[in-house]
């Protein structure tokens, strides 16, 4: 039974999931032959503030990055 762990930020409408499901879904059942109904797929939502690449968090990046745009706007 594969389980398939999925991590993003928040903010992704339940439409969305469903349609993510079933693509990931479908492509586990094409590529390791296994049935739709063995198939678990977890969604975990997190905040920018708990997520970090290189050492920086994605709530910095994102602060940053409003900062420059309204600096460019000016």
Same mark, same amino acid.
């Given at each position: 039974?594969?389980?398939?762990?999925?991590?993003?930020? %928040?903010?992704?409408? %339940?439409?969305?999931?469903?349609?993510?499901?079933?693509?990931?879904?479908?492509?586990?059942?094409?590529? +390791?032959? $296994?049935?739709?109904?063995?198939?678990?797929? +977890?969604?975990?939502?997190?905040?920018?503030?708990?997520?970090?690449?290189?050492?920086?968090?994605?709530?910095?990046?994102?602060?940053? $990055?409003?900062?420059?745009?309204?600096?460019?706007?000016?």
């Amino acid at each position: 039974m594969p389980t398939i762990r999925i991590e993003l930020f %928040e903010g992704r409408t %339940e439409a969305q999931k469903r349609a993510c499901a079933q693509a990931v879904t479908d492509a586990v059942v094409k590529t +390791l032959g $296994s049935s739709a109904d063995s198939v678990d797929i +977890l969604f975990f939502d997190l905040k920018t503030q708990d997520w970090a690449t290189a050492g920086r968090l994605w709530s910095d990046r994102e602060a940053q $990055s409003q900062a420059q745009q309204q600096q460019q706007q000016q």
